[in-house]
């Protein structure tokens, strides 16, 4: 069976510090794909990065950078000098491969940026 | 292109009643599934369908009755409303092409069950 924790249920930073969310996975499958969606307050999911198992090379976008370590089975996730509207519940999630309509979410970090 | 759309957005039900939460998508995606969010659960996979005519259980699928006779429907009925299935509903499609794309979330729907 596939897990995905998120250790961190609520983070509280100042604006222009640097934040990293945890994501720790578990599953059996060698083919396997990775994803973080953003929740602001509105509640709607928004789509940030999708990571295949095959490739662990880190990505970056922006003020946002992903770390994927298959030695760890983390997927972590850096958001660089934070913003107030970087406020929101940030979800991680794991799917088998061609299987994205069965998604495993974590149940989530908080993510309060204070001005 | 609308997206993901569901319908309706909030929805107050008494205890045994019965209603069906709509899901319309226009993107010809393939897959369609159905979550809930419960406060520190993250979001739970109820039902699937991977196709008109096909859908399949998730995690939690009890209390909770699908279909799919078009590829751009996927409604949610929930056959007698108990306190437990008070969440938020999020739809979600997805091409089958990719094999592993993004799911495109609708913007869910508020359940309470008084």
């Known amino acids: 069976a596939q897990k995905v924790t998120q250790a961190q249920t609520e983070i509280s930073v100042v604006e222009k510090e640097d934040v990293t969310l945890d994501c720790v996975y578990e599953?059996?499958?060698?083919?396997?794909?990775l994803f973080w969606y953003k929740q602001p307050p509105s509640g709607e999911l928004v789509f940030l990065i999708r990571?295949?198992?095959?490739?662990?090379q880190n990505e970056i976008s922006g003020r946002y950078s992903w770390n994927f370590q298959k030695s760890t089975s983390s997927f972590n996730f850096t958001i660089t000098a934070s913003q107030v509207v970087d406020s929101a519940v940030y979800f991680c999630?794991?799917?088998?491969?061609?299987?994205?309509?069965?998604?495993?979410f974590g149940k989530g970090t908080l993510l309060t940026v204070n001005p | 292109n609308a997206g993901v759309t569901q319908t309706p957005k909030f929805q107050v039900l008494k205890t045994g009643q019965s209603m069906t939460l709509q899901c319309a998508q226009d993107?010809?995606?393939?897959?369609m599934s159905w979550y809930r969010q419960d406060p520190g659960m993250g979001l739970r996979l109820i039902h699937y369908?991977?196709?008109?005519?096909?859908?399949d259980q998730g995690e939690v699928p009890n209390g909770y009755n699908v279909s799919r006779s078009t590829t751009e429907d996927f409604p949610l009925r929930l056959l007698s409303a108990a306190p437990s299935q008070t969440s938020v509903y999020f739809c979600?499609?997805?091409?089958?092409?990719?094999?592993?794309?993004?799911?495109?979330f609708g913007p869910g729907t508020r359940l309470t069950v008084t």
């Open positions: 369908s991977v196709g008109a005519g096909i859908t």
């Open positions: 999630a794991l799917s088998e491969a061609g299987s994205n309509y069965k998604l495993t």
């Open positions: 979600a499609s997805t091409q089958r092409r990719s094999g592993s794309g993004e799911q495109y």
């Open positions: 599953t059996r499958d060698t083919t396997y794909y």
């Open positions: 993107m010809n995606h393939e897959y």
């Open positions: 990571r295949n198992s095959f490739d662990e």
